[in-house]
């Protein structure tokens, strides 16, 4: 079993920052690809962004390449997602989810096994 919390989530201006955390506990961290997926009510809830065990590089949605930025501190259990030039569209409730694919580029919720709870952001215009 996994437990995951985000924090980091809030109310920003378009072009502003935000930086999201994922804690996680339970079994081993760096075990586990991580990613990170937002939903908007009444859309399907989509990919973000996975980062490989060892950390890295990551893979990305097209629509924040160049934006965000994915992390991992395996000593801290700790996933991030640091977001910049946020856009309204980036509003949506974010999760982050632990997943035991092979390699890292796991981008189908289907992949992922754990899910936290959702932070939601809010980008005002």
């Known amino acids: 079993q996994v437990q995951l919390v985000e924090s980091g989530g809030g109310l920003v201006q378009v072009g502003g920052s935000l930086r999201l955390s994922c804690a996680a506990s339970?079994?081993?961290?760096?075990?586990?690809?991580m990613g990170w997926f937002r939903q908007d009510p009444g859309k399907e809830r989509e990919f973000v962004a996975a980062?490989?065990?060892?950390?890295?590089?990551?893979i990305y949605a097209d629509s924040v390449k160049g934006r965000f930025t994915i992390s991992r501190d395996n000593a801290k259990n700790t996933a991030y997602l640091q977001m910049n030039s946020l856009k309204p569209e980036d509003t949506a409730v974010y999760y982050c989810a632990a997943s035991d694919c092979s390699g890292y580029r796991c981008v189908r919720q289907y992949e992922y096994d754990y899910w936290g709870q959702g932070t939601q952001v809010t980008v005002s215009s």
């Open positions: 980062i490989r065990r060892s950390g890295g590089s990551g």
């Open positions: 339970g079994r081993t961290f760096s075990s586990a690809v």
